[in-house]
């Protein structure tokens, strides 16, 4: 299955996010508060998917996306909104983004939107 790096200010977002993908056998390779540290730790663990919250600290999920797509333009990257941020999806997608999914989070959805990515 895949290797996938988590980035979320929220704890018990990663934290949600981390069980219902590792229930369907991916391995999580880290886990990241913003946008900083998502583009580092891509970069030190080539991760094969990225689930990215938009609104974080320091440098925002949509700053992280541009940065990590210019310097890896294969990355594979799904953005995390909560309900009512359909501008910045959009903004994501432009970006860059693979897809998408809506806090809180649907298991289903979430797994879909991750096999889809993959595929």
Request: hydrophobic share 45%.
């Amino acid at each position: 299955m895949a290797r996938i790096l988590i980035v979320d200010d929220a704890k018990f977002m990663r934290m949600t996010l981390s069980n219902i993908l590792t229930k369907a056998n991916h391995e999580i390779v880290g886990e990241g508060e913003n946008g900083i540290e998502a583009i580092e730790l891509y970069r030190k663990l080539n991760p094969d998917l990225v689930t990215l919250d938009i609104t974080m600290p320091e440098m925002s999920g949509l700053d992280a996306i541009r940065e990590i797509r210019k310097e890896f333009p294969q990355a594979k990257i799904i953005m995390c909104s909560a309900m009512g941020q359909q501008k910045m999806v959009v903004e994501a997608i432009e970006a860059g983004a693979k897809d998408f999914i809506v806090k809180p989070f649907d298991e289903g959805r979430v797994l879909e939107a991750i096999n889809r990515v993959l595929n």
